[in-house]
């Protein structure tokens, strides 16, 4: 069973730019969550999906967003990147299955606004 | 507002001994993770606890829950190099909310 697949690995972006994310569930999984990793403030929730709904969000600005397709894969848009936006951004697969409540990471996507 | 700490947030040990990270929680949940991170790689799913009481263990690593008490315990038996990592600890509420990381370093 293929795992979770976020792309691209990498990017640098220029400050006032725009970037988006996208992840790929584990086949089945219909929930889709977004995090924040950074060495000052650890682990952040953004937000998370399932079934093409965004059911909770973090505290973050506007200037972060998300969706969901129909096929579960679900992209974060962030605009107008601030250097501090700069970090490891994770999106997590469940299935939520009533004996299931596993949250698989993917490898992440390293963000640095320059 | 939930808040997920651990103690400690560093810990430096000698192989073969033993030791335990804390996890306490603010707020009642029915699920807490402990996840494994290794520098620059993603998030590893070691345990998963659902109910008060429940203990899980797999290799030198064993988790506990009791939720009476909101907090969770990992132990670590007999530490192994291989053992280095950032542990973290994560509680569902309305979202999953991670503790600090616990770094372990297991020096020979």
């Known amino acids: 069973k293929a795992g979770v697949t976020q792309t691209p690995r990498y990017l640098i972006k220029t400050r006032g730019q725009q970037v988006t994310l996208s992840c790929s569930p584990i086949s089945g999984h219909r929930s889709v969550s977004w995090y924040q990793q950074t060495p000052g403030q650890g682990l952040q929730f953004l937000f998370e999906y399932f079934s093409e709904t965004q059911r909770n969000k973090g505290n973050f600005p506007g200037r972060f967003s998300g969706r969901q397709f129909s096929n579960s894969r679900s992209e974060m848009n962030v605009s107008t990147l601030e250097l501090g936006d700069s970090a490891l951004y994770l999106c997590?697969?469940?299935?939520?299955?009533?004996?299931?409540?596993?949250?698989?990471f993917g490898q992440g996507t390293r963000l640095t606004v320059v | 507002e939930l808040k997920v700490e651990q103690n400690p947030l560093f810990l430096s040990m000698q192989e073969g001994k033993n030791y335990t990270i804390y996890c306490n929680y603010s707020t009642t949940s029915d699920r807490l993770y402990w996840y494994r991170q290794d520098p620059g790689k993603s998030l590893e799913s070691l345990f998963v606890l659902l109910s008060n009481g429940a203990v899980k263990q797999e290799g030198r690593l064993m988790a506990s829950l009791d939720t009476k008490a909101r907090l969770s315990t990992l132990h670590i038996t007999a530490a192994v190099h291989d053992l280095s990592a950032t542990y973290f600890c994560?509680?569902?509420?309305?979202?999953?909310?991670f503790g600090a990381g616990t770094r372990l370093t297991v020096k020979p």
């Open positions: 997590a697969s469940s299935s939520y299955d009533r004996d299931s409540f596993e949250a698989f």
């Open positions: 994560a509680v569902k509420y309305n979202d999953m909310r």
